[in-house]
Antibody, heavy 120, light 112 residues
Framework: EVQLVQSGAEVKKPGESLKISCKTS????????IGWVRQMPGKGLEWMGI????????RYSLSFQGQVTISADKSISTAYLQWSSLKASDTAIYYC?????????????WGLGTLVTVSS | QSVLTQPPSVSGAPGQRVTISCTGS?????????VHWYQQLPQTAPKLLIY???NRPSGVPDRFSGSKSGTSASLAISGLQAEDEADYYC????????????FGGGTKLTVL
């Protein structure tokens, strides 16, 4: 059974750094793209970027390029999303999701989300 | 302002059929990229409903169907049930955004 288990909720201050995780199981980690999706409070879904753990190919949405860093650790089948300096506007739920169904580009499996709250 | 445009809300009575549109352009849906649909129930993670324009993952009822034509796509839900009340999002990719993924703004479905 494919599972994506995300790290717990975080409360941070503006300017602080943060790295959240998405631990996967039930499939070969290096064979599938994993992406991150943001959902700000009361708003819609935003595609942030994806990583292919097999070759570390990373694609960022233009909106998030330079704002976040996506990475993966093949040894523990885990993907990460990190910020070097958080802003209040980073407050959101962040979902990790695994692609599926060949090259369709859809997100077949989703984590439950990590709530990040940035407040002074 | 999303690159893919969805109506903010739709509604229907139990048993009725509703459709949700997703309007794009020649750089995304019209460029041949597949369209996918997700259902997000309140306070839960999104769930894949339709992939590759018109394919249902295992376990998704055949009341849900997708189509694509030109620069637009649609999600149809027939035999509406109370449990279908949720937010629905279309997703595709866009050549003008270096091929990155994009979501529609989402549509709130209310079952009357």
């Amino acid at each position: 059974e494919v599972q994506l288990v995300q790290s717990g909720a975080e409360v941070k201050k503006p300017g602080e750094s943060l790295k959240i995780s998405c631990k996967t199981s039930g499939y070969t980690f290096t064979n599938y793209w994993i992406g991150w999706v943001r959902q700000m409070p009361g708003k819609g879904l935003e595609w942030m970027g994806i990583i292919h753990p097999g070759d570390s190919d990373i694609r960022y949405s233009l909106s998030f390029q330079g704002q976040v860093t996506i990475s993966a650790d093949k040894s523990i089948s885990t993907a990460y999303l990190q910020w070097s300096s958080l802003k209040a506007s980073d407050t959101a739920i962040y979902y990790c999701a695994r692609r599926g169904f060949g090259n369709s580009g859809c997100f077949q499996y989703w984590g439950l989300g990590t709530l990040v709250t940035v407040s002074s | 302002q999303s690159v893919l445009t969805q109506p903010p809300s739709v509604s229907g009575a139990p048993g009725q059929r509703v459709t949700i549109s997703c309007t794009g352009s020649s750089s995304n849906i019209g460029a041949g990229y597949d369209v996918h649909w997700y259902q997000q129930l309140p306070q839960t993670a999104p769930k894949l409903l339709i992939y590759g324009n018109n394919n249902r993952p295992s376990g998704v009822p055949d009341r849900f169907s997708g189509s694509k034509s030109g620069t637009s796509a649609s999600l149809a839900i027939s035999g509406l049930q109370a449990e279908d009340e949720a937010d629905y999002y279309c997703q595709s990719h866009d050549t003008s955004l270096r091929g990155s993924g994009i979501f529609g703004g989402g549509t709130k479905l209310t079952v009357l």
